[in-house]
């Protein structure tokens, strides 16, 4: 097949599929077996897609006239899709370090909201950031998750609370999927907590009266996409009706319902969740056994944070049930002042470790689930043709290495590439080409 193409990835040791025939997710056994070639090759065209995947032999015969802008060879290596985090909190002012050394002495999550601390600590220090402040922190985040294999990132608003500092976090979000070379699946969560001064009630009116109005407004001229819509559903926070009637708004403007259920009390978020029609419900420590069947029948994902449950002590959350009930399992990093990780490999370790998935449950989990959480497994979480070329190049003879090593991924990923672009070299691997 002759012309010209972005990337040609060769002799990959295993080139993992995760998915081999456009499925959506990956449940029960599916998950269990993801696909794998070995011996195997890629080829990403101009436009970022994937254009071939087979045998190395296949693909050079196929592209034998063709020409690349980079070749890597990857004979001895591992090739992945991009890792995909269902859930982060990235934009955001102040620091809360203080915080782990009060949780550490005892203080629980509420205890430590009650005195001031938690989200109304980051509230007050993210209303007084200036947008600029904002947007290089968060592009900093970002660009170590990618370090980390990161190639789509669910990013969400919070720390506002207030109309203005909401769309300035939203406008921060735009701003950097415009800007830099990283999928970014955007989340209005103006619903995270009860601003200080206003009941929930209160609270619920504004976000339906005002906040949603307004979003509407700027999808319609262009200036701000937003993906999903969340809520904070606990006990103390927006209670049951609340948040049917958020989400019930959000979804009449367009947007995914994708939100927190079942966290810190059981609150039957995820049966509101799946008669709703959420794209997916994010912790679920405290999910009952309705929640969970509904779940499966409704083919609302599960997106486990593996981080909150080790941080803050929590139970964990009933992966086993869930995937043996037929629940699509994804996972997410929790990335925020409460949960300070990067790492998606570090939480595929931990899921495997203290909720006890298998490693290929887990990269099921942050591949392909992850994308379907998101609504986006029609174009990312696999390699497979027509995908999104958004890859990890692991220098390790078998993939599993990316879960089994406890941190330390600077020196394991070798690469990583976003629409067949190379957004991250590991120093070793020479010196960055430029397109």
């Known amino acids: 097949m002759a012309g010209r193409h972005r990337l040609l990835l060769e002799n990959a040791q295993q080139l993992v599929l995760v998915c081999g025939r456009g499925e959506e997710y990956l449940r029960r056994e599916a998950a269990a077996s993801p696909a794998v070639l070995r011996e195997a090759s890629l080829v990403v065209g101009l436009d970022g897609y994937i254009k071939a995947v087979g045998q190395a032999d296949v693909i050079r015969n196929q592209f034998s006239g063709a020409t690349f802008e980079r070749i890597i060879d990857c004979s001895g290596k591992c090739v992945l ?7 982060t909190h990235p934009v955001w ?3 809360r370090v203080h915080e782990f ?3 550490l002495a005892g203080a629980s999550y509420m205890e430590i909201h009650q005195a001031g601390g938690g989200i109304h600590f980051t509230v007050e220090h993210t209303r007084k950031a200036t947008e600029e402040e904002l947007f290089n922190t968060f592009k900093h985040r970002l660009e170590r998750m990618r370090r980390a294999g990161s190639t789509l990132v669910e990013c969400k608003s919070g720390y506002g609370l207030n109309l203005e500092t909401e769309l300035k976090m939203l406008r921060v979000i735009e701003r950097a999927k415009q800007s830099m070379d990283i999928g970014i699946s955007s989340t209005y969560c103006g619903a995270h907590s009860v601003p200080k001064g206003k009941t929930a009630t209160e609270a619920t009116d504004d976000i339906i009266n005002n906040h949603l109005p307004k979003l509407k407004e700027l999808k319609l001229s262009g200036e701000i996409h937003v993906n999903n819509i969340d809520v904070f559903c606990e006990k103390g926070v927006f209670d049951l ?6 989400l019930q708004a959000g979804k009449e403007i367009g947007l995914q319902i994708n939100f927190h259920g079942d966290e810190l009390h059981p609150m039957k978020a995820a049966e509101l ?3 709703l029609g959420a794209r ?6 405290e999910v009952s056994d309705e929640g969970i069947t509904a779940m499966a029948r409704a083919k609302c994902a599960a997106v486990l944070l593996p981080t909150t449950a080790y941080m803050l002590r929590l139970k964990q959350p009933q992966a086993r049930k869930m995937l043996e009930e037929g629940v699509i399992v994804a996972l997410g990093s929790d990335f925020n002042p409460n949960a300070y990780c990067f790492s998606m490999p570090m939480v595929m370790h931990l899921a495997c470790v203290n909720m006890k998935m298998s490693m290929n449950e887990a990269l099921a ?3 392909i689930n992850a994308a379907y959480a998101l609504g986006k497994s029609d174009t990312h979480g696999s390699i497979e043709t027509g995908k999104q070329g958004d890859l990890v190049i692991i220098n390790s003879s078998r993939w599993e290495h ?8 600077e020196a394991l990923i070798d690469y990583v590439i976003v629409k067949g672009k190379v957004v991250y070299q590991n120093e070793r691997c020479g010196t960055m080409s430029s397109y």
């Open 81 to 87: 899709p991009g890792l995909v985090d269902a859930h």
């Open 280 to 285: 997916a419900i994010s912790h679920l420590e």
């Open 101 to 103: 050394a009060m949780k």
């Open 273 to 275: 969740g799946a008669e």
């Open 241 to 246: 009706e609340s948040t049917r009637r958020i």
């Open 402 to 409: 990316l879960i089994y090593q406890f941190g330390g991924h």
């Open 93 to 95: 002012a102040g620091d």
């Open 365 to 367: 989990a942050a591949t």
